[in-house]
């Protein structure tokens, strides 16, 4: 699986665009990036996944370069309850590697 | 729909005593993760299981860590003799193919 490399930690203010980024320039054709977060100590919940064309859902948007070298996940209007620590990870396989992820605090 | 789930939430061993962890999949799912999360670190991959099959063990240490996912009942992560540290949050996964994992809200195992 290919590595990801996201900043250890963003600020957001409450009810602003929060815009994660995530570089993976040794992706391959075939893998997939997704995008799950962790609230406190609970399970990982899936946010959104996608191959080489944005993606939207009801929580996110899911922008990959043309190169598919880079992505940014959008949170549209942050609120409080998006404070979370939210992993990118590429995977073709049959399991997800998490890495450290991005801490994002959204302040009032 | 039930969700993955796992239990004890919380579950205290003193050392040298055996752990056994639960994971029923989400109905229709019959791939099955498992991940240990240590205080303060991201997620560590360990075992991946279909029904009656480890396919993927590559993160499993090598002595007192087991799993099974049996064709009936819930897959169950085993470790035996534990020591302080294997404290962690123990969280298992769902899929029904090779995407869409749902995590269950994990066991917290503390050795004491």
């Known amino acids: 699986d290919a590595k990801t490399t996201q900043p250890p930690s963003m600020d957001c203010a409450e009810g602003r665009a929060a815009n994660l980024p995530c570089n993976h320039s040794?992706?391959?054709?075939?893998?997939?990036v997704y995008w799950y977060r962790q609230i406190h100590s609970q399970g990982p919940q899936y946010i959104i996944h996608?191959?080489?064309n944005n993606e939207t859902n009801e929580m996110a948007s899911l922008i990959i370069t043309e190169d598919r070298k880079s992505s940014t996940l959008i949170l549209p209007h942050a609120t409080l309850r998006d404070t979370a620590v939210y992993y990118c990870?590429?995977?073709?396989?049959?399991?997800?590697?998490f890495g450290t992820g991005t801490r994002l605090t959204v302040i009032p | 729909n039930a969700g993955v789930m796992q239990n004890p939430r919380h579950l205290v061993r003193r050392r040298g005593q055996e752990a056994r962890l639960r994971c029923s999949p989400m109905?229709?799912?019959?791939?099955v993760y498992w991940y240990r999360q240590l205080p303060e670190e991201g997620l560590k991959f360990m075992v991946y299981?279909?029904?009656?099959?480890?396919?993927?063990e590559s993160g499993m240490p090598k002595e007192r860590f087991s799993a099974e996912f049996p064709k009936e009942g819930p897959s169950i992560l085993r470790i035996q003799q534990v020591v302080r540290g294997d404290s962690a949050a123990y969280f298992c996964?769902?899929?029904?193919?090779?995407?869409?994992?749902?995590f269950g809200s994990g066991t917290r195992l503390t050795v004491v």
């Open positions: 996964a769902s899929s029904p193919g090779t995407s869409g994992y749902t």
């Open positions: 040794t992706i391959s054709g075939n893998e997939y």
């Open positions: 996608g191959l080489k």
């Open positions: 990870i590429v995977t073709g396989a049959n399991n997800l590697f």
């Open positions: 109905k229709g799912h019959s791939h």
């Open positions: 299981l279909q029904k009656e099959n480890i396919i993927d």
